[in-house]
């Protein structure tokens, strides 16, 4: 299938159904009755801009054709929290509601294509200057900024993805957020321009992940996978790992050479990394197999001032402006090798600390991943960093906590001055991202959120599973409230504080869980100390939640929280 422009609406061409097509992938015979089906309910809903976010692919996928098809905008937030939801719902005209409560949706899905045609208005056609997409990336303040995106820009950028990556004969495998610029271009709007089908289900995780290969291989289909560091690091050797793989896509944050090495011999295929940003859309790319130079992409001017780079593309909302990077780089025959970020400098007790130079001391260390360090400004800009460290070394209790803090502090002692050493200390398994895969200083700072309320635990990082499950990674700080007097010789979170956070937690994730009712089934079977690290699996109920809480000593708690539904008012 040859490649279509963006505004041509590719997904429209007559195409004969394949035998080869792996079941359960999006293809544009699959899109076409649930975009009708969303054309159908939008048209008698108010115009311009409409707030979509949706887990799945393929129902993404349609509902954002159906907002283009008539004449509307989506807004792309990245994520669905119940604070996002607030601050946007004044931006939009209004919200794309999750496909299983729209019982007006799924009916048309099951109806003759004609009677549906009948009652929906024809699909109006995309105009390279019309608002397709707004997007949000995190401001310097870590604040989310507007980031509108015309159809010409967009299509553009596919443009150069298509000249330079065909994907004829192939069939797309994302793991990352369609919510993104690069997760919408490389995981569902390429594939889309060509024709050829893409994963119409979740794919983060490697089991599934090697699933959705095999399934491209028994279609006689090369795959084609859509990542990000994160996912590209925690590949494990142990599965099996087709070997029809064209080529493998990461971006979003800086690619290990170690991991892209790594990558390239378990999947056998070659690993593209994209450098850009939501602003500025693809810059550049490289394999780092062949060389860690960055090769702009055709259409991208750039050059170096000051050491920072600036870049200049039909990508950008203002082509013929330059827009200025925050990254360092060097020049080099073939591109440019980039030196890191330019503004990850803080002044600490009236000295300029270099961050990186602190990150780079840790990471050198053994049994430690990475790191990130950032200034808390309600610590009056004293340095506090997260340390991801490999599973056996982080530290499970408090005397292997302040053993580990000490002597990491004295490794920087003999390399730094006194005021870089980081005061607050955090170590996980992983940095948290956000949904793009990027680490950003509101979710950084959330791990030192302790500091500032003495009645929450530490929170450590979260990873979402099916729709309405969270389990979250927590430990339990040594100045917590409720350890004082509980019990004078033998500290213990009480397990009515349990329950409590299991709610509190359950309502941030889940939104309005209703009015509490009743406990149900709760046990305690081990103790909380402080410093011990501990998960919670919360699980959302359609009369409540359960909750268990879990660390490498076993099962601490477990239960169910009932709550009644609030009546809706005339």
């Given at each position: 299938?040859?490649y279509?422009?963006?505004?041509?609406?590719?997904?429209?061409?007559?195409?004969?159904?394949s035998?080869?097509?792996?079941?359960?992938w999006?293809?544009a015979?699959?899109?076409?009755p649930?975009i009708?089906?969303?054309?159908s309910?939008?048209?008698?809903?108010?115009?311009?801009?409409?707030?979509?976010?949706?887990?799945?692919?393929m129902?993404?996928?349609?509902?954002?054709?159906?907002?283009?098809?008539s004449?509307r905008?989506a807004?792309?937030?990245?994520?669905?929290?119940?604070?996002?939801?607030?601050r946007l719902?004044?931006?939009?005209d209004g919200?794309?509601p999750?496909?299983?409560?729209?019982?007006?949706?799924?009916?048309?899905?099951?109806q003759?294509a004609?009677r549906?045609?009948?009652?929906?208005?024809?699909?109006?056609?995309?105009?390279a200057?019309?608002?397709?997409?707004?997007l949000y990336t995190s401001?310097?303040?870590?604040?989310?900024?507007?980031?509108?995106?015309r159809?010409?820009?967009?299509?553009?950028e596919?443009d150069?993805?298509?000249?330079?990556?065909?994907?004829?004969?192939?069939?797309v495998?994302?793991?990352v957020?369609?919510?993104?610029?690069?997760?919408?271009?490389?995981g569902?709007?390429?594939?889309?321009?060509h024709?050829?089908p893409?994963s119409a289900r979740d794919s983060?995780?490697?089991?599934?992940?090697?699933?959705r290969?095999m399934?491209?291989?028994?279609?006689?289909?090369?795959?084609?996978?859509v990542s990000?560091p994160?996912?590209?690091?925690?590949?494990p050797?142990?599965?099996h790992?087709?070997a029809?793989?064209r080529r493998?896509f990461?971006s979003?944050?800086?690619?290990?050479?170690?991991d892209?090495?790594?990558?390239?011999?378990?999947?056998q295929?070659?690993?593209?990394?994209?450098?850009g940003?939501?602003e500025?859309g693809g810059?550049?790319?490289?394999?780092q197999?062949?060389?860690?130079?960055w090769t702009?992409?055709?259409?991208?001017?750039?050059?170096?001032?000051?050491?920072?780079?600036?870049?200049?593309s039909t990508?950008?909302?203002?082509?013929?402006?330059?827009?200025?990077?925050?990254?360092?780089?060097a020049p080099?025959?073939d591109?440019f090798h980039?030196?890191?970020?330019?503004?990850?400098?803080?002044?600490?007790?009236?000295?300029r600390?270099?961050l990186?130079?602190?990150e780079?001391?840790l990471s050198l260390?053994e049994?430690?991943?990475t790191?990130?360090?950032?200034?808390l400004?309600?610590?009056?800009?004293?340095?506090?960093?997260?340390?991801?460290?490999?599973?056996?070394?982080?530290?499970r209790d408090?005397?292997?906590?302040?053993?580990?803090?000490?002597?990491l502090r004295?490794?920087?002692?003999d390399e730094?001055?006194?005021?870089?050493?980081?005061?607050?200390?955090?170590?996980?398994?992983?940095?948290?991202?956000?949904s793009?895969?990027?680490?950003?200083n509101?979710?950084?700072?959330r791990?030192f959120?302790d500091?500032d309320d003495?009645?929450?635990?530490?929170?450590?990082?979260?990873v979402?599973?099916?729709?309405?499950i969270?389990?979250i990674?927590?430990?339990?700080?040594?100045r917590?409230r409720?350890?004082?007097?509980?019990?004078?010789r033998?500290?213990?979170?009480?397990?009515?504080?349990l329950?409590q956070w299991?709610?509190?937690?359950a309502?941030?994730?889940?939104?309005?869980?209703g009015?509490?009712?009743?406990?149900?089934?709760?046990?305690f079977?081990?103790i909380l100390r402080?410093?011990?690290?501990?998960?919670?699996?919360l699980?959302?109920?359609?009369?409540?939640i359960?909750?268990?809480?879990?660390?490498?000593?076993?099962r601490h708690?477990?239960?169910?929280?009932?709550f009644?539904?609030?009546?809706?008012?005339?």
């Amino acid at each position: 299938m040859n490649y279509l422009a963006l505004t041509g609406s590719p997904w429209q061409r007559a195409v004969g159904e394949s035998n080869s097509q792996p079941t359960d992938w999006c293809s544009a015979q699959t899109l076409a009755p649930r975009i009708a089906a969303w054309r159908s309910w939008l048209s008698s809903q108010a115009g311009g801009r409409w707030l979509l976010f949706q887990t799945d692919p393929m129902e993404f996928t349609a509902a954002l054709l159906a907002l283009w098809e008539s004449g509307r905008s989506a807004v792309l937030p990245g994520d669905n929290k119940p604070a996002t939801l607030r601050r946007l719902g004044n931006m939009v005209d209004g919200i794309i509601p999750p496909y299983p409560a729209l019982a007006s949706v799924q009916a048309p899905l099951s109806q003759d294509a004609t009677r549906q045609q009948h009652a929906t208005p024809a699909p109006l056609p995309l105009q390279a200057q019309r608002e397709a997409v707004v997007l949000y990336t995190s401001g310097s303040t870590g604040e989310p900024v507007m980031q509108p995106k015309r159809f010409q820009q967009l299509e553009d950028e596919l443009d150069q993805h298509a000249k330079l990556w065909p994907l004829e004969g192939c069939a797309v495998v994302s793991q990352v957020s369609h919510q993104h610029i690069y997760g919408l271009l490389a995981g569902i709007l390429h594939p889309l321009c060509h024709g050829v089908p893409f994963s119409a289900r979740d794919s983060r995780y490697p089991e599934t992940l090697a699933e959705r290969l095999m399934d491209a291989q028994k279609a006689r289909l090369a795959a084609v996978v859509v990542s990000s560091p994160a996912q590209l690091s925690r590949l494990p050797e142990h599965l099996h790992w087709p070997a029809i793989i064209r080529r493998v896509f990461s971006s979003g944050a800086p690619l290990s050479e170690a991991d892209a090495l790594r990558s390239e011999q378990l999947l056998q295929a070659p690993v593209i990394e994209i450098y850009g940003s939501t602003e500025t859309g693809g810059v550049a790319w490289r394999r780092q197999q062949q060389s860690a130079c960055w090769t702009a992409f055709p259409c991208v001017d750039w050059r170096i001032e000051q050491g920072k780079l600036q870049v200049r593309s039909t990508f950008l909302e203002h082509p013929e402006h330059w827009w200025l990077q925050s990254d360092r780089a060097a020049p080099l025959d073939d591109g440019f090798h980039l030196l890191g970020r330019a503004d990850r400098v803080a002044k600490v007790g009236g000295k300029r600390i270099s961050l990186t130079q602190i990150e780079n001391c840790l990471s050198l260390q053994e049994g430690i991943r990475t790191a990130r360090c950032l200034p808390l400004a309600e610590r009056d800009g004293r340095l506090a960093i997260v340390v991801a460290m490999e599973p056996e070394s982080i530290p499970r209790d408090h005397e292997m906590r302040r053993g580990l803090v000490e002597r990491l502090r004295n490794i920087l002692d003999d390399e730094l001055d006194n005021v870089a050493i980081p005061r607050y200390w955090r170590f996980v398994e992983v940095l948290p991202v956000n949904s793009q895969g990027k680490h950003d200083n509101a979710l950084l700072s959330r791990c030192f959120a302790d500091l500032d309320d003495d009645r929450q635990p530490r929170w450590l990082g979260e990873v979402s599973g099916s729709a309405g499950i969270v389990v979250i990674h927590l430990e339990v700080p040594s100045r917590l409230r409720y350890l004082a007097g509980h019990f004078p010789r033998l500290p213990l979170v009480p397990g009515v504080v349990l329950v409590q956070w299991a709610i509190e937690l359950a309502t941030e994730h889940f939104g309005d869980i209703g009015t509490f009712c009743a406990i149900e089934r709760v046990k305690f079977q081990k103790i909380l100390r402080p410093g011990l690290r501990f998960s919670l699996h919360l699980e959302r109920r359609d009369d409540g939640i359960a909750f268990h809480y879990d660390s490498h000593h076993g099962r601490h708690a477990s239960g169910r929280v009932v709550f009644t539904q609030d009546a809706p008012h005339d």
